[in-house]
């Protein structure tokens, strides 16, 4: 019935980009087999789920939405599809995403761009609109994506669902085909709080194949939700949030949610956080040399895409990059590879990981003295597809309220907040200190 649903509709949408329907079965029959023998399920037992195309599945094709992974079959499972089999989720398919995860509308995409479910003329968000998009047209009730910068509270904003990015070290990256490793995560978009409360129960936890993720005890979410109550919850809204460049609906809708939440009888304060905007570049100097790096292995050589005209061994590396890789991945490249060369390295890289350890100490001192801070997602609505396309760095602009929390690893959800004059989705993001996910969670939940 699902991929009834998903052929007919998903033609106009193109949020997949492979159904696994055989394996899909056979996990359908695993369980009834489990239901016959009398065993007991699992937490997520026939709940379909659509992983963003950058997470490795045993048997079924990964290929990042680029032509240098396009016939790439992983032979084992990311850690986070073993857990999720686990607790017996059908895995039913793989969905699209900017190439490598490098975007933010998921335009960037070898298989073309995935629409917006709540207006096909628009995009999705980025980089897992696939995942968002998914979630939205209602095909499946639950998606992976991975956020390095916004790239799953983003889209789901534009959505109009709900996009959790959990704390650096939560879930294990193990079987994630690395972006920026220093900043990914692995999280859930959902339809509702609990669903996403839910999948991140599962998907968490300390694994040895991950030398980042962190040794913790483990959590529960779910039966935190139940009558949550906000009272006396202390709530920080940075004033440079509000500036020029945001969306006038946009900005009406936060000032409204700001009310709504003192009206939950949370204590909402302004503060100020004097490093926004400087994010941006130190997460783009970042998140692109890391990339240069974890992008050096598809040299055409040991797996994926190998050109058919080459002479030695140099040639096979050059032209199967060139005619492999698209045109975002090759600019992040070369950004990357420039900001770590020698003469550069102290001028680029070593500034904007200083400028990364000033965040994280800014968000540890707001955290001492407020429970969560509250923000738009993005300054922009759900924009037309090609509307951003010509120009990357207004597309990098509007990245500028996702990528801070990603350097400096703490956590947090995107959820709806409602929608402006043209029925388009707005949503905005709590951000919480590490490892408290429950209470953006609990605050979540109590808005939602
Ligand atoms: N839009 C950001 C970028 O292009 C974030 C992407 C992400 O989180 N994967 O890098």
Redesign the pocket.
């Known amino acids: 019935k699902i991929y009834e649903k998903i052929e007919k509709e998903d033609k106009q949408i193109n949020s997949f980009i492979t159904l696994s329907k055989e394996l899909a079965k056979k996990q359908a029959e695993e369980i009834d087999d489990k239901i016959k023998n009398g065993e007991s399920l699992g937490k997520l037992a026939g709940i379909p789920i659509a992983i963003k195309d950058n997470i490795c599945t045993d048997g079924i094709k990964t290929t990042c939405a680029s032509k240098m992974l396009e016939d790439f079959i992983p032979p084992y499972d990311a850690t986070v599809i073993k857990k999720l089999k686990a607790e017996d989720a059908i895995i039913i398919g793989k969905v699209n995403m900017d190439e490598f ?4 509308s998921c335009e960037n995409s070898y298989f073309g761009p995935t629409k917006n479910p709540v207006d096909i003329s628009r995009v999705p968000g ?2 897992s609109g696939g995942s968002s998009a998914s979630v939205a047209a209602k095909f499946v009730p639950i998606s992976l994506g ?6 799953i509270r983003q889209p789901a904003g534009f959505c109009g669902v709900t996009g959790l990015k959990p704390t650096y070290g939560k879930v294990s990256r193990f079987g994630l085909i690395a ?1 920026g490793s220093s900043l990914d995560q692995i999280g859930p978009i959902t339809r509702s709080i609990d669903d996403a409360a839910l999948c991140l129960e599962v998907i968490q936890g300390h694994d040895k194949l991950d030398n980042t993720s962190a040794k913790l005890k483990y959590d529960t979410y779910l039966d935190k939700l139940n009558n949550v109550d906000i009272q006396n919850m202390k709530i920080a809204v940075a004033k440079e949030f509000i500036k020029k460049g945001l969306n006038e609906e946009i900005k009406n809708n936060f000032l409204e949610t700001i009310e709504k939440f003192k009206s939950l009888g949370a204590k909402v304060e302004y503060i100020s956080m004097p490093i926004t905007e400087e994010g941006l570049s130190a997460y783009y100097i970042i ?1 692109s040399a890391e990339a240069s790096s974890n992008l050096a292995r598809f040299d055409g050589i040991r797996y994926g895409y190998r050109t058919k005209t080459y002479e030695d061994v140099n040639d096979i590396m050059v032209n199967s990059r060139t005619e492999a890789f698209g045109k975002e991945v090759k600019r992040r490249i070369m950004l990357g590879t420039y900001a770590l060369s020698s003469g550069y390295y102290d001028a680029y890289y070593n500034r904007a990981l200083k400028l990364k350890k000033k965040i994280k100490d800014q968000y540890k001192e707001i955290f001492e003295k407020y429970d969560l801070i509250l923000s738009p997602i993005s300054p922009v609505l759900p924009f037309k597809i090609g509307e951003k396309t010509s120009d990357p760095l207004e597309m990098y602009l509007a ?1 500028i309220y996702t990528i801070n929390i990603n350097l400096a690893g703490v956590p947090a959800i995107s959820i709806p907040s409602g929608k402006n004059k043209d029925g388009l989705p707005i949503g905005i993001q709590l951000i919480g200190k590490h490892f408290d996910e429950e209470k953006i969670l609990r605050a979540a939940k109590a808005f939602e």
């Not at 995860?101 to 933010?104: E, F, L, Q, Y």
């Not at 991975?146 to 790239?151: F, N, W």
């Open positions: 995860a490098m975007g933010s980025g980089s991975s956020d390095t910068g916004g790239s972006f998140s990245d």
